[in-house]
């Protein structure tokens, strides 16, 4: 059979959500503010510096990178504890590179990232998906008692959670680091981190405690940087080494590294932002359960709502509305990127004008 494919690649679809020019895009979790011309003008110019020597590879080892993303996550983490790749999707292949393979296992708890099995697909790491509550929470016991009978190489757990947008508090963290032990890692994907609703604190407050601990972030989110492709991770100095095993030589260019550099500038300044968008989160959290619809409590910067008896149908009625949100979690739920208050206006104008003929 033509082309020569691994048997468990064939028939399988390029993963992605439907990238459709509609007017409002509420389906990638992506920021809807664009770069300021404030950071326009620095990426700008950083990207015309690097231009000057772009016959040569990039720095390997992206030293002032390394050291501005440590200052920028604080919590005493320091330059030789952070790494970096093309978005957290690389970052998250890399490890499962490095510690998954034939005859290990990765474990998550469903619902989750649908991106998980695939990175265990591509390192030929065994997948093993436990479940989480009603809620969407997990019960520690529950999920202690599986990290001992799966003995697990790589536990994946996004706090926030997508597409549920639940956090896990440090305490769960450790609990599992400790179950886990030195055979394995706990990656804590914190992709949204920065949309944490205030008091619910990060993973990296425990990051000192366990060695086996990697908590991994992404500029595509909170910088509204996913263009870009910039995902890093914290974690003891030996998993860095280990990861620098497997990645390609020069994988981060000179361009990416300074355009993410010149981004970690305005920090102040697209974290305003963010800002903006929790107080935009509480608010269609609560305007949903107002219209009488069930909403996770949401970390993140979306929500997942419903339940509805034919998702599909308002789905698609929302798009025929110029609304594009995203079909997916467990059935019958929905879930919706937060937008700009402008965005958000005609979410909820088309969602009341379809559930109350589809609904
Ligand atoms: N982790 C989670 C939980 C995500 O939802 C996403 C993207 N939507 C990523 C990681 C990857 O993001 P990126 O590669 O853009 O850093």
Redesign the pocket.
């Known amino acids: 059979m033509f082309p020569p494919l691994r048997e468990e690649l064939r028939g399988v679809e390029p993963y992605g959500a439907p990238q459709l020019d509609v007017p409002v895009q509420l389906n990638?979790?992506e920021n809807p503010y664009p770069p300021s011309e404030a950071v326009v003008d620095d990426v700008a110019r950083s990207v015309a510096e690097a231009t000057r020597t772009l016959n040569r590879y990039p720095d390997r080892e992206f030293v002032e990178l390394r050291g501005a993303l440590a200052s920028y996550l604080g919590h005493g983490v320091c330059a030789e504890q952070v790494w970096a790749a093309?978005?957290?999707?690389?970052?998250?292949l890399q490890l499962l590179q490095a510690f998954g393979g034939p005859g290990r296992t990765a474990l998550s708890f469903a619902p989750?990232?649908s991106?998980y099995p695939e990175y265990a697909r591509d390192s030929n790491t065994a997948w093993v998906q436990g479940r989480r509550e009603s809620d969407f929470a997990l019960d520690l016991e529950v999920a202690r008692e599986l990290v001992e009978r799966v003995r697990p190489s790589v536990v994946l757990l996004?706090s926030p959670?997508?597409p549920t947008g639940t956090a896990l508090p440090p305490e769960a963290v450790s609990l599992l680091c400790e179950a886990v032990g030195e055979s394995g890692i706990v990656v804590v994907?914190e992709?949204?981190g920065e949309f944490r609703r205030a008091g619910v604190p990060s993973a990296l407050e425990v990051l000192p405690q366990h060695r086996n601990l990697v908590v991994?972030r992404?500029?595509?989110?909170a910088f509204a940087l996913?263009g870009a492709?910039?995902?890093y991770l914290a974690a003891a100095p030996e998993i860095c080494d280990a990861v620098r095993v497997v990645r390609l030589p020069y994988h981060l260019s000179a361009v990416t590294q300074a355009v993410a550099l010149a981004a970690l500038r305005h920090a102040p300044e697209l974290l305003g932002k963010v800002d903006q968008l929790r107080v935009e989160r509480d608010a269609t959290v609560a305007w949903l359960r107002e219209q009488g619809h069930q909403v996770a409590d949401s970390d993140a910067n979306f929500c997942l709502f419903g339940t509805f008896a034919d998702r599909h149908a308002v789905w698609r009625g929302l798009l025929d509305h110029g609304v594009l949100i995203r079909e997916t979690g467990p059935d019958g739920w929905l879930r919706v990127s937060i937008g700009t208050a402008e965005e958000m206006t005609s979410f909820k104008h088309a969602l009341t004008a379809v559930t109350g003929t589809a609904g």
């Open positions: 990638v979790n093309n978005g957290s999707n690389e970052i998250m989750t990232y991106m996004p959670n997508n994907d992709a949204y991994t992404t500029m595509s989110k996913a492709r910039l995902g």
